[in-house]
Nanobody, 123 residues
């Protein structure tokens, strides 16, 4: 069982930056692939990025490539999402998720989810 807690959301102007954090409980953090998703009201949850257990392999959705960076600190059981050059379209609730064999955009691959953190980008 893994419990995830996100933090770091907030209000930022377009062009600004935020760093989201997600801390996991449990002693097997390195065995989990960690993903970030986002959701706006009335739309499906959208894949943003995923990182392998060792931290060296990552994948991003096209709309955030070059602007967002996913990373993890296994000593702290924490995964990060550094978001730069933010746009109003990035406004959403951001969720972190964990899965042993997850990779890519299918939310069903991730059994464990955090509660979400709101990111609002003003124009």
């Amino acid at each position: 069982q893994v419990q995830l807690v996100e933090s770091g959301g907030g209000l930022v102007q377009a062009g600004g930056s935020l760093r989201l954090s997600c801390t996991a409980t449990g002693r097997t953090f390195t065995t989990y692939r960690m993903g970030w998703f986002r959701q706006v009201p009335g739309k499906e949850r959208e894949f943003v990025a995923v990182i392998g257990g060792g931290g060296s392999i990552t994948s991003y959705t096209n709309s955030v490539k070059g602007r967002f960076t996913i990373s993890r600190d296994n000593a702290k059981n924490t995964v990060y999402l550094q978001m730069n050059s933010l746009k109003p379209d990035d406004t959403a609730v951001y969720y972190c998720a964990a899965g042993l064999s997850a990779w890519g955009p299918a939310a069903t691959q991730y059994p464990y989810w955090g509660q979400g953190t709101q990111v609002t980008v003003s124009s």
